[in-house]
């Protein structure tokens, strides 16, 4: 594996303007990085407990949701000191309503802590682990990404709703020495390595067909399945979502080489061609880690860190054209309604030009 994903090092102190520490983040944050367990030292998050911050700190610190922090940069560690805030009327209200009835207010049917932990995750952590991975040559993307056999690593690339997770499912399950890297993002090296972050998978209604062939609340409660069912019929698709471990979809496997990557778009018919114009692949990524990663930009256009914006965005592309710029880089479209061995074929001719 390569030497830049060894040394990816965040200490985080989480704390509160109470000066508690939020017990469940820590606990999410190890179910979500280290399933297994076993930290990886590829990515150290070392966790602390920061010292309540003064006002004058409070007031300057960059805020994101209902969390107030600081980056600092050293030599080989970016040191983040989190505050978490809840003192919005929006908190105080939502802190006094029972349990469930928050659960049916949100699209996951999650409680205050899972709501606090995502937002924590996704407009905290992510955005910070991406500066710490540009200072070492390497990037996020959103992709989920397999092990084919051998190492080598295939990237399904696109914006959500997709269909990544659909073909991951589908090409882990209909073939047994097929396993997973990730369903939501990948880190990767200049140099065409891989490992995948094995963060819990957001199952939608549109996925079920491919994700064990059941819903995800099969085995919830009377309440829990009554929100999917009532959430999909209200809303739709997009209405309702679960989180499930990735290993609920099978075999994780820490990291390989990029052998293919294969962008996936929704479209009328199946379709799979080669996409020969690197930077029209380039601008879709862009475009869609710019939405991704949104938080990370407001943050830096408000100073927190050395780099500015246009350095890590130059800086991720070029270590995203360079880590697959020597592979086939395909373009896939799905129709709605295509069954889970189509998925499955699409991605198998990918595989099998690579023998």
């Known amino acids: 594996m390569d ?7 965040i200490d985080v102190g989480v704390g509160s303007v109470e ?46 949701k209902n969390f107030a ?76 990404a397999m092990d084919v056999g051998d190492g080598r690593i295939v990237l399904l690339a696109g914006s959500g709703g997709a269909g990544k997770t659909s073909t991951l499912s589908a090409c882990v399950r209909n ?36 994700v064990s062939g059941s819903a995800p609340v099969a085995d919830a409660g009377f309440f829990d399945t009554a929100h999917w069912l009532i959430r999909n019929r209200l809303f739709g698709a997009k209405g309702v979502v679960r989180r499930l471990p990735l290993s609920a979809l099978g075999e994780i496997v820490s990291g390989g080489r990029i052998s293919a990557l294969i962008w996936i778009e929704p479209g009328q018919e199946m379709s799979l061609e080669a996409i020969k114009d690197s930077q029209e ?34 800086t991720m592309l070029s270590v995203i054209k360079q880590a697959v710029g020597r592979v086939p880089v395909m373009h896939a479209t799905f129709s709605p309604n295509c069954s889970t061995d189509e998925r499955v074929s699409v991605v198998r001719r990918v595989v099998a030009a690579l023998e």
């Open 69 to 144: 922090f600081y980056i600092e940069e050293a030599d080989d560690v970016l040191r983040c000191r989190v505050w978490l805030d809840e003192r919005s009327w929006r908190r105080q209200v939502s802190r006094r309503l029972p349990e469930t009835v928050l659960k049916w207010m949100t699209p996951r049917y999650a409680g205050m802590d899972e709501m606090r932990y995502l937002d924590f995750l996704y407009h905290v952590l992510l955005p910070v682990l991406q500066l710490a991975l540009v200072r070492q040559n390497c990037s996020l993307l959103h992709t989920a």
């Open 3 to 9: 030497e830049s994903l060894q040394c990816v090092r």
């Open 281 to 314: 692949l380039l601008s879709n990524i862009e475009e869609m880690m710019s939405h991704e990663l949104h938080t990370l930009w407001s943050l830096i256009d408000r100073g927190c860190g050395t780099l500015d914006r246009g350095d890590i965005m130059v």
């Open 19 to 64: 000066a508690k520490v939020p017990a469940s983040l820590a606990q999410r944050l190890e179910a979500d990085f280290w399933p297994g367990g076993e930290k990886e030292d590829r990515i150290a998050v070392i966790a602390w407990s920061p010292e309540q911050p003064s006002e004058v700190a409070e007031h300057d610190a960059a805020r994101v």
């Open 175 to 210: 073939s047994p020495s097929w396993r997973l890297l990730a369903d939501d993002f990948t880190v990767l090296s200049a140099n065409g390595q891989a490992f995948g972050l094995p963060m819990a998978c957001h199952v939608y209604p549109y996925n079920i067909n491919y």
